[in-house]
């Protein structure tokens, strides 16, 4: 079973990361790592750390010569910034108090509830991990994910639907080809694959900068079509719905999440929702002209492509602050306001997207299993077999 864990603080001197689980004899490709994580510094609306971040990815264990050996993979990200936060965030013991300490809790931020549950005064303790520079990490081992999920031709990719008041004219579009949507968003400075809803999404940010206010926005994130039955209905914690609901919403900023249809299809007809069986001809399976199941059914791949969203509230600290309150002299006092951006749900999808891998590696490692890659191939080929041997169709 595939597990994984991130540390390190936004200003601390690395961002550090395990997973434990993948197969030996996995090819690691690092330019495909740097790509994911340029990616996630792109997008229109971002703010200045975005140029001091240039995130080199250090394999410290479990590869050997660019291959995994079985063991678990430690990543090192180190934070470019740290030369500058030397003293302030000294992981050994220094006299006197920090320079930048935060005393006024950002509205929309961990700050005030974190600095009540760790008893501490100074908040940046709290700021330092809560800040979403843990995502890259997120996004390395995402990278790590999907090169496992790529040697089993699994393909996993996003854009972005909505920011702000603006939205595709077409979000359901049907996609055929990945490299082509993949161009499409790529070309885009805010991840949309529709032109002239990119223009309008620019415009939107552009308009809330000006006045020192934010955006949220909505972004998708969908597979290649998936082998049947990762997940399981049997027990509540082990369905994949959930467990992917549960990645998402974990991502900071995140705060809802739709499969499929989502929310529409809760205001629709079931006629108009549910995904009919067709039949494709003796001993083959079924095919389903729609997917508005999003490739999950009772918790489990269907054999469809996954669709999954997720909603982005707008960023938290804003440049015309929200009043707040000095934790030191109980006054009140603007929001703090720490280097930021104005919108970073393009950012956010590849996040999306590194949350699915995860996920999705870890469900087939827990089906098909492997300690090396060609003994997971091998299960997974064997169990396809079974598959089609017991579609009801071939039962003799
Ligand atoms: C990729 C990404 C970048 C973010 N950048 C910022 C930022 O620059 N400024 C900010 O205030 N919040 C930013 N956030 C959101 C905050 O990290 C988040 O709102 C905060 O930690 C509180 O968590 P919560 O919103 O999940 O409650 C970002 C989130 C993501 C996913």
Redo the contacts with the bound molecule.
């Keep these: 079973m595939i597990r994984f864990l991130t540390a390190g603080e936004s200003h601390g001197p690395a961002l550090v990361g395990m997973i434990e689980g993948i197969p030996s004899g996995m090819p690691l490709d690092s330019d495909m790592l740097r790509e994911d994580l340029s990616r996630?510094k792109m997008g229109y609306g971002r703010?200045g750390?975005m140029r001091i971040e240039t995130d080199e990815v250090r394999f410290l264990t479990g590869v050997r010569r660019g291959v995994t050996i079985g063991s678990p993979i430690t990543v090192i990200l180190e934070n470019k910034d740290f030369s500058h936060w030397e003293e302030d965030m000294a992981v050994g013991p220094r006299s006197g108090e920090p320079e930048r300490q935060v005393l006024i809790p950002?509205p929309?931020?961990?700050d005030y509830a974190g600095g009540i549950k760790y008893g501490m005064r100074d908040l940046r303790n709290i700021l330092e991990r809560?800040?979403?520079r843990e995502?890259a990490m997120r996004v390395a081992l995402g990278g790590v994910a999907r090169q496992y999920l790529r040697q089993l031709d699994i393909d996993v990719t996003s854009f972005v639907l909505e920011i702000g008041s603006v939205s595709m004219k077409s979000p359901h579009m049907e996609v055929k080809d990945f490299s082509e949507l993949r161009s499409l968003v790529m070309a885009s400075e805010v991840f949309c694959p529709e032109v002239e809803a990119s223009l309008a999404m620019i415009e939107a940010i552009r308009t809330a900068k000006r006045e020192g206010d934010t955006l949220g926005g909505v972004f998708e994130v969908r597979t290649t079509p998936l082998p049947v039955g990762l997940g399981t209905y049997t027990q509540w914690d082990r369905r994949l719905d959930g467990l992917l609901a549960q990645a998402m919403m974990s991502?900071?900023?995140?705060?809802a999440v739709e499969i499929g249809l989502g929310m529409e299809g809760a205001r629709k007809h079931g006629s108009k929702v549910h995904d009919a069986f067709l039949p494709a001809g003796p001993g083959q399976p079924p095919v389903r002209p729609t997917n508005g199941a999003g490739g999950l059914e009772g918790g489990m791949t269907n054999g469809q492509p996954l669709l999954i969203r997720a909603g982005?509230?707008p960023?938290?600290?804003l440049y015309n602050p929200l009043p707040s309150v000095n934790i030191r002299t109980g006054e009140s006092a603007p929001a703090t306001i720490?280097?930021?951006?104005t919108c970073?749900v393009p950012?956010?999808s590849v996040?999306g997207e590194a949350m699915v891998c995860l996920i999705l590696a870890q469900a087939i490692s827990e089906k098909f299993s492997g300690d090396s890659i060609g003994e997971l191939k091998a299960h997974m080929e064997s169990s396809e077999r079974v598959e089609q041997m017991y579609y009801p169709g071939n039962i003799v």
């Design positions: 996630r703010g750390r950002r929309g931020h961990a809560a800040s979403a995502t991502i900071q900023a995140i705060k982005m509230k960023i938290s600290t720490e280097r930021s951006d970073a950012a956010a996040v």
